[in-house]
T-cell receptor, first 114, second 113 residues
Framework: DAGVIQSPRHEVTEMGQEVTLRCKPI?????LFWYRQTMMRGLELLIY????????DSGMPEDRFSAKMPNASFSTLKIQPSEPRDSAVYFC????????????FGPGTRLTVT | AQTVTQSQPEMSVQEAETVTLSCTYD???????LFWYKQPPSGQMILVIR??????QNATENRFSVNFQKAAKSFSLKISDSQLGDTAMYFC??????????FGKGTRLHILP
């Protein structure tokens, strides 16, 4: 299996622009997680899905952030409008029922907002 | 709420030495999982080792082993014969039935040649 795929790997954008991060989970996995990693706050869970349905979005920082999972093989995390404090590494991870303790992480997207 | 605490922000050891990273956690659950993840400079999150709370035997993966003290809620990682490639950020993490993994703040480990 190819593992969790994220794109782009690096994104540099200007404040106020819309940013879309993409994730393809491992085939057969029915859970998908979005994390944000910063020096100050460490690794934070933003939102997670089960069978394409958002289960817990309590970690989403504010209304500028939104996430969707239109099908089992694709998810997006969108920031609109972006701000410099959104600069971070965003990870996507997936797992499956019965092995929920083992999350497989993607390589991450490093976002820089100038 | 569950918490995970790593009290060592940064450590350095000489190559080939043994190093122990500390982790404590807080939970009222009796059945859960604990993990150590490694994040090398490339940024990838890599699962190093996993421990199931109902198992008394400490988990071991090659040069990596844990000391799991359930009563003390302690879960340390020992790296034997450390190698330059072990240089990374190490995260202790906790999972119970809530689907979420709770991560500690991390310990930055430097292996010196």
């Amino acid at each position: 299996d190819a593992g969790v795929i994220q794109s782009p790997r690096h994104e540099v954008t200007e404040m106020g622009q819309e940013v879309t991060l993409r994730c393809k989970p491992i085939s057969g996995h029915d859970y998908l997680f979005w994390y944000r990693q910063t020096m100050m706050r460490g690794l934070e869970l933003l939102i997670y899905f089960n069978n394409n349905v958002p289960i817990d979005d309590s970690g989403m920082p504010e209304d500028r952030f939104s996430a969707k999972m239109p099908n089992a093989s694709f998810s997006t995390l969108k920031i609109q409008p972006s701000e410099p404090r959104d600069s971070a590494v965003y990870f996507c991870a997936s797992t499956r029922t019965g092995e929920r303790y083992e999350q497989y992480f993607g390589p991450g997207t490093r976002l820089t907002v100038t | 709420a569950q918490t995970v605490t790593q009290s060592q922000p940064e450590m350095s050891v000489q190559e080939a030495e043994t190093v122990t990273l500390s982790c404590t956690y807080d939970t009222s659950e009796s059945n859960y999982y604990l993990f150590w993840y490694k994040q090398p400079p490339s940024g990838q999150m890599i699962l190093v080792i996993r421990q199931e709370a109902y198992k008394q035997q400490n988990a071991t993966e090659n040069r990596f082993s844990v000391n799991f003290q359930k009563a003390a809620k302690s879960f340390s990682l020992k790296i034997s014969d450390s190698q330059l490639g072990d240089t990374a950020m190490y995260f202790c993490a906790f999972w119970d039935r809530d689907d979420k993994i709770i991560f500690g703040k991390g310990t930055r480990l430097h292996i010196l040649p």
